[in-house]
């Protein structure tokens, strides 16, 4: 028995050796370094660029920031009717523009729930069987 699986295992090898030769499955695999070229840099024939001179103003007199909210947000272009129509639905039209400075102000009425609320929602699953009412203590 042990013969026979050491003959089994040994021509397992070399079937599987066979495979790798020539004359098994030919794999024609492309080069990979011939694949595609790349053509070499230059610099277009109509570069007129010219560098600033020291000490002068810059030429652009578009704002960074502008710019960047432009290509952010679409600048002045009209909003489509999908768009439109959820922004009516939301309350566009009545909502208050500078809200984060309005939740900031000192003067917003804000109510402290101290650790009520992190207690209900930190507390485990079940059925209520085993709740119990607590009386909260004084603060000194």
Known sequence: MRKMASIATGLGLVGMLAGCGSTGINRARPDEF?????APLVIPPDFSLVPPAPGT????TAN???QAL?????GSAARSAS???TLDAAGGDSSAAGIRSDVGDPGTAVVDKAGTTRDIVAAPEGDGQDA?????TPKP
């Open 132 to 136: 119990r009412a607590t009386t909260p």
């Open 34 to 38: 011939a694949v595609a070229r790349q």
């Open 70 to 74: 432009d290509a952010l947000f679409g």
């Open 57 to 60: 103003a810059p030429t652009s």
């Open 83 to 85: 768009e439109t129509a």
């Open 64 to 66: 960074p920031n502008a």
